[in-house]
Every structure is written in C-alpha cells, then in structure tokens.
C-alpha cells in the first residue's frame, strides 16, 4: 500500500510493473524525439547533396578543434551518468550525486563553449535568413549552411538545458536521500534522456564540423 513516503504505487501491481511502465514511456518519448532530429539531418542531406562544395567551406570555418573539447566533455559526462545510476543500485547516494554534479558541470562547459561560438558567428554575419552577410562563404548555399548549422545545435543546446535541470533533480534527490538501492527509477530513465542528448551531438558533429 502506498503511503506518502513509499515512491511505489499501487496501481502498478508491484515495483517491477512500476519500473517497467516508467522506462517503456521514456523510451516512446524518446523515438519521438529520435524522428524529430531526424527529419533535420534528412533535410541537411538534400542541401547538402546541391550544395556539396559551399557546405564544405563553410563547415571549415567552423571551429572543429573546440567542437573535438566539446564532444570529450559530452561523452565524459555520459560516462558519470553511467556511474550515476551504478552507484545508486548499490544505495550510494553521496556518489550518486558527485558524479551527477559533475556530469552537469562538464555540460555547462559544452554550452559555454557553444555560447562562445554563437558569439563569433554573429560578428562574422554568419547567421540564418536575411541576417547572412558572411562575405567569405556564398550566401546561395552558405546562408542554408548556417540556418541548419543553428536549428541542429540550437534545438540540441535547448534538450540539453532540459537534460541539465533533470539532472540537477536528480542530484538535489540523491543528496535529500530519495533513491535507494531498491528505488532508483528516476535515476535510470533520466540517465536514458541524458544519453539521447549524447547520442544526437555524435550526429551533429560530424555532420557539421567534419565535412569534406
């Protein structure tokens, strides 16, 4: 019986269905994110296709050395979120939350790092639409380039500060002694979302910095 401070409910029939429930709604959530990006890298490909050789200058004036940090610092933090949910199987709650924290760290330096960029395309004149005047790239293709370049990593910066706040819950619950070993959902299925926003710069960066 549920009471006001057990996290099982009743209606699940047992914390195995409860479990179970909570990770299969995650994951519809997340295929329809999956379909959502996809539809922009299908639309990257088409102009990539018309575009070939402005797309390729203009993702050389991207700065793919920074780029490289920021996917060391993603991937990292994926790893603590790794750690997260291991530590919090075993009852670890205060390394639960340290690794958290850490994982929010490392993702507030990929968005710094990211803020930064944006700052150096809008001198540049590098931005979507009728704000494009970037002489050093054609504006026919090099204007496409740059409005995909800032719906991908804008639309990824948003999941992120999403994925942030989730995991700064979850940090602020560790530490407040809210997950068990025998209670860690939350842990786990935000642990899935952090790793889509992983999962799609993998993509992303690729696709943007590294094209040839």
Do not use: C
Request: glycine share 10%; no cysteine; aromatic share 18%.
């Amino acid at each position: 019986m549920s009471t006001e401070t057990s996290p099982w409910e009743d209606h699940f029939s047992g914390p195995e269905n409860q479990s179970h429930a909570a990770q299969l709604g995650m994951w519809i959530f997340l295929g329809s994110e999956v379909l959502l990006f996809t539809n922009l890298f299908v639309g990257y490909g088409v102009y990539r296709y018309y575009y070939p050789e402005v797309f390729a200058e203009a993702s050389r004036h991207l700065k793919a050395d920074w780029a490289l940090v920021q996917t060391l610092l993603l991937v990292t933090s994926s790893l603590m979120v790794v750690l997260a949910v291991h530590y919090i199987r075993q009852g670890r709650q205060f390394l639960t939350a340290l690794v958290l924290l850490l994982a929010i760290l490392m993702g507030v330096g990929f968005l710094g790092i990211k803020g930064w960029e944006y700052w150096e395309h809008w001198k540049e004149g590098a931005l979507p639409g009728e704000y494009y005047h970037f002489e050093e790239i054609p504006e026919q293709g090099g204007s496409l380039f740059y409005t995909l370049y800032f719906l991908l990593t804008g639309l990824h910066a948003i999941h992120m500060l999403v994925a942030l706040g989730l995991l700064g819950w979850l940090a602020f619950g560790a530490v407040a002694g809210k997950y068990t070993a025998g209670y860690h959902i939350p842990v786990e299925v935000g642990g899935l979302y952090w790793h889509l926003v992983d999962v799609f710069w993998l993509f992303i960066y690729p696709l943007l910095y590294l094209v040839e």
